[in-house]
Every structure is written in C-alpha cells, then in structure tokens.
C-alpha cells in the first residue's frame, strides 16, 4: 500500500492529508466543493471555516489553547494557517476565514497532494482510506454511511445537554442520590421548592434563543425537544417531565421537593456532569444566566454548553478503536467531527492522528494513540471509550483529561506538553517537511 485516500477537504481531511505526505506517502483528497456545496459552504476552496471565525483561547491553561500547542507540535496545517491569517482578538486565535482556506488549500497543494474536485456518493474499495466528511456529509454519502455502520449509528443532529464542572456544583444544596434509592448515589440532585421552580421556568420561557440557519430547520422529536420548548407548553410540564420530583427526599427537609434539577457523572474522573434532559437552544449567556437560577448551580460553570443544530456523526464508542480505525474493519478510519468531537481544533487533531495512523497501517506498523495526559489523547479516549452509552459530542476540556488532582492546570498542560513531544518524537521521528 503506497497511498491513502481521504474523502472530504474540510480540516480533518487537510491536517490527515498534510501528514501523510510530511511522511513521504502519496495521497488522493476527494473534495466535492466547487462542484457541490453543503447548505452552509461558500468558498470553493479546502477548510472552510463554516461558523466562527474563532479557534479561541491561545493560553495554556483554557484547554483549547493547550490542543492548539499540542497540534502545533504534531506539525499541523491549520494552526501554521490560522496564525498567518489571524485577525485581532484578544487572547483568542481569530482568522480571516477567506485568507485562512486559501492558505491551507496551497499548503495542500504545494505539498503534492493530490486534489480530486468531485462527490463521493459510494465507499471507496481504496484502503486505507480515512472518512473526513464532516457534520454535513451528503445525503448520498451518508446513505452509504448507513449501508457501512448501520442506520442505527449514524446520527443525524444533535440535542445536547449542558455539561458542567463538578467542582461548581454546591454540594450543600444539590443532593447526591437515585430514585426510590435505586443504583446508588449514581445523580446530583438540585431541589427546588414551587417559587424557585415558577421563576426558573419564567426566564426559560422568555430566554433569548440562538436562531435556526437555513439548513438547520428540523422537527424536533418529544426524546430530545428543548427544554426551552418544553416549559412553553404549560407551568407543570417540567414538573411531570425532566424536572419530575417522585423517588427522590430532599435530606435537610425529608420531604420531595416540588422539582429536582438531576446532574448524571460524565466521566471517569468524576470530575464533569451532564444536565439531564436540559438540550437547549438558549444562546450561552442566557444559558448561564437562566441556570444559575437553579438551587445549587448559582455559581454553574461550564464545560460544554447545550446546542441542537444540525450535525452527522457517529455512534464511536461502539464503532472505533483510541485509533480511530473502524472496528469491523481497521484499514478505514474516521476523522473529524464525524467522530463525535465538537470544534474546529478537535476536529483537526483527529485528522493528525488519523493520517499518522493511516500511514502506519500503510507501512504495516502498529496505530498509535497520542498518551491520555494530553489533549488530544483525553479526547480520543473519551470518544472511542465502549462503556460510554447515549453518546454526545464532546469539546477539548480539562475535565477529560487524566490528571493528577495536586497539579494546576498550568502544570498538567506542561505536562501533557513534554509527553506528547516525546511521543512524537518517537512515532513521527522528526519527518521531513515538504
């Protein structure tokens, strides 16, 4: 095998396609923008950055700016692209997204890569071959999708609850226990008597909402329907809904509070939960505002916040290996937000990995996997994890990273630094540049 192919030019595929030809391998990219575009692509060329302009935080101690040094010592295009085109931010890394993909689409082809402009409608026979097509794949490629994964994997849109810190959470408010004591102390509960719950569900209702895009106008099902449009529905709703009270005694009071707010552990490291059955179109101030009103989260932080919008990915958790090759059969592997991370940066760090391995597999060597003290690992690890069930994207944050709890995040970020240098040292031993 002397050549890999790779379906889809967005920033996943370009950082896979950059690294396989950093290590001497031929690639074939296909790309099916000019002549098709998505519902929200623009620009003909690779990487186009559809939403924010923003790649956010540059410091070492926000997670987003530690991946983005982790990428930076894994040799990545969109990071060498992004500071040659940022734009006035602050201490965000802030592009000019036209300069931006015109960048990376030279780089691509200056390296050599081989560019077909044309849709994938079918899985190619070429292996290895990595799938980095996106959160808005086409409709004939995510039928065949289907056909590879089984309809049941493939997802379509998301509906995700917030996910916050731990550490945020007043433990002598909220409560830890199950319904009718059953499973254990598995929940933190926030109570909250009829006032409270009259008030929160007022400012829910009139909250400001992030609008709908053109491409995003989908019905929403009663198993994932905001809990925005949930509480517009009548005053009780939540009370007998998500919010419902019965199994559960407040301690301090013994009695069942009129409504309970329940947070479900989101991670090994008992570190992150999740907001059962709060998926939420709230814009993030309001989300921060509104939930602050909840007993016990006046002072919520966030690790990742609510959103319903369009997106494809996929089940990862029981469809990849940490290597991001597909189980059943190894010589494809996915890359990207297809995979289940969300943001600009974790998709294209999934893109590295995936490229690195995709020219290991070529070269009949083991696939690695970044260590889990690093960003990108923390992330791989969290996506592809088997035990995981109902799977949601996931953002960089310090909440999944294995840590040691007496380090700050300044020194856990140095940490994951010097291993995730000696690891490549090790895996890529310094390649040549192109």
């Known amino acids: 095998m002397d050549r890999i192919t790779i379906i889809g030019g967005g920033l996943a595929g370009c950082e896979a396609a950059f690294v396989v030809r950093r290590l001497g391998m031929a690639v074939t990219l296909y790309e099916m923008k000019p002549h098709r575009f998505s519902p929200a692509h623009r620009l003909p060329g690779l990487a186009e950055l559809v939403c924010s302009n923003s ?6 101690e926000n997670a987003q700016g530690l991946l983005k040094e982790e990428m930076g010592l894994m040799g990545s295009v969109v990071i060498e692209a992004a500071r040659k085109s940022r734009v006035p931010a602050g201490k965000a890394l802030a592009v000019d997204r036209v300069r931006f993909s015109h960048i990376v689409t030279r780089m691509i082809e200056d390296a050599g890569v081989e560019v077909i402009r044309a849709e994938c409608t079918s899985i190619p026979r070429d292996r290895p071959l990595i799938m980095a097509t996106g959160p808005l794949t086409s409709e004939p490629f995510s039928e065949a999708l289907q056909g590879l994964l089984g309809r049941e994997n493939l997802y379509f849109y998301d509906a995700i609850s917030p996910v916050i810190y731990k550490d945020s959470i007043d433990l002598s408010v909220a409560f830890r226990a199950s319904r009718y004591g059953r499973g254990g102390d598995d929940y933190i509960n926030c109570p909250m008597n009829r006032a409270e719950y009259e008030r929160f569900v007022r400012e829910l209702v009139s909250a400001q909402r ?3 895009r053109e491409f995003e ?7 994932c329907m905001p ?6 529905r009548g005053l009780d709703t939540l009370a007998f809904g998500p919010l419902r009270p019965v199994g559960l005694k407040e301690p ?10 329940q947070l479900r552990r989101e991670n090994r490291e008992d570190t992150l939960y999740n907001m059962v059955g709060f998926q939420t179109r709230l814009t993030h101030p309001e989300q921060k505002r509104v939930f602050s009103l909840i007993p016990g989260l006046e002072n919520i932080r966030f690790a990742r916040y609510g959103s319903i919008h369009r997106n494809s990915y996929i089940n990862s958790p029981q469809l990849l290996l940490p290597t991001l090759q597909l189980r059943k059969d190894p010589l494809i592997l996915f890359s990207g937000q ?22 290991r597999i070529a070269k009949g060597l083991e696939p690695v ?38 380090l700050s995040r300044k020194e856990c970020a140095l940490r994951a630094l010097e291993e995730l240098r000696l690891w490549v040292e090790k895996i890529l031993a310094t390649p040549r540049r192109i």
């Open 338 to 359: 297809l995979t289940g991370v969300e943001g600009y940066c974790e998709s294209a760090a999934t893109g590295i990995v995936a490229g690195i391995n995709g020219w």
């Open 369 to 406: 996997c970044p260590p889990p003290v690093t960003m990108v690992g923390a992330l791989l690890s969290y996506i592809t994890s088997p035990e995981r069930k109902g799977f949601q994207p996931m953002n960089a944050n310090f909440g999944i990273l294995k840590k040691d709890d007496r």
């Open 210 to 212: 992030t609008p709908l």
């Open 227 to 232: 809990i925005e449009e949930m509480a517009g």
């Open 217 to 223: 106008h989908i019905p929403f099902f009663e198993g």
């Open 252 to 261: 301090r009071t013994g009695k069942t509070p009129h409504a309970v707010v």
């Open 55 to 60: 790649l956010k935080s540059e410091s070492i």
